[in-house]
């Protein structure tokens, strides 16, 4: 699948950004377990921030817990991440995933976007 995010910038803290994340399914059969986002800052593991699994259940990292929203439009396999209350620790960039295998978006098939840079400053 290609996947496709877009909407990352730079704010000052307290401020409000929103990413989307557009996939397209190049090859078949393919299904989606799984869509999320994750971020990373150089020297650093890439962590997970949101992700949307089975039932569509969507788990958050406890650092972006009542700032960050996950909505999904599954009919176009599209997904967003709306973050507010943006805070310097933020910065990162973001990628957005998509597994066709497991519900947590961890598995060896995930298919990664390019990503998309979040600078926060104080």
């Known amino acids: 699948a290609q996947v496709k995010e877009s909407g990352g910038g730079s704010v000052q803290t307290g401020g409000s950004l929103r990413l989307s994340c557009a996939v397209t399914v190049t090859e078949y059969p393919y299904s989606i377990y799984c869509m999320g986002w994750f971020r990373q800052v150089p020297g650093k593991a890439r962590e997970a921030v949101a992700t949307a699994g089975l039932a569509d259940h969507i788990t958050y990292a406890n650092s972006v817990k009542g700032r960050f929203t996950l909505s999904k439009d599954s009919a176009n396999n599209t997904i967003y991440l709306l973050m507010t209350n943006l805070k310097p620790e933020d910065t990162a960039m973001y990628y957005c995933?998509?597994?066709?295998?497991?519900?947590?978006?961890?598995?060896?098939?995930?298919?990664w976007g390019q990503g998309t840079q979040v600078t926060v400053s104080s």
């Open positions: 995933a998509v597994d066709p295998i497991r519900y947590d978006c961890v598995s060896a098939s995930v298919d």
